[in-house]
Nanobody
Framework: QLQLVESGGGLVQPGGSLRLSCAASEFTGDSYALGWFRQAPGKEREGVASINHSGSVTNYVDSVKGRFTISRDNAQDTVYLQMNNLQPEDTAVYYC???????????????????WGQGTQVTVSS
């Protein structure tokens, strides 16, 4: 059973930055597409960003384009989410996920994710 562990969450002021990391429990290399999701209190889970097996293709929800960057290091079995210019509406629990398939288009997040991390809290407040 593949396990994913997120880290890097915390409290940050509006306009600040955080980098989230998600490490796999075993070597996977390019076996999976990877993604980040988030869920705020009282709101539905939403797909934030995804990256294909090699790292050459990415996908973002409109609200984070230009601010967030997803990347991966296959040698370290780790996926990252660099978050810049954070705003209060970014406050949520952030989850990473892995899937055998990379999906193109704006609806990539639907029925996606074979393995999930436990989540890390990101709070943006002054």
């Amino acid at each position: 059973q593949l396990q994913l562990v997120e880290s890097g969450g915390g409290l940050v002021q509006p306009g600040g930055s955080l980098r989230l990391s998600c490490a796999a429990s075993e070597f996977t290399g390019d076996s999976y597409a990877l993604g980040w999701f988030r869920q705020a209190p009282g709101k539905e889970r939403e797909g934030v960003a995804s990256i294909n097996h090699s790292g050459s293709v990415t996908n973002y929800v409109d609200s984070v384009k230009g601010r967030f960057t997803i990347s991966r290091d296959n040698a370290q079995d780790t996926v990252y989410l660099q978050m810049n210019n954070l705003q209060p509406e970014d406050t949520a629990v952030y989850y990473c996920a892995a899937d055998r398939f990379y999906v193109y288009g704006p609806d990539w997040y639907r029925d996606w994710g074979d393995y999930w991390g436990q989540g890390t809290q990101v709070t943006v407040s002054s």
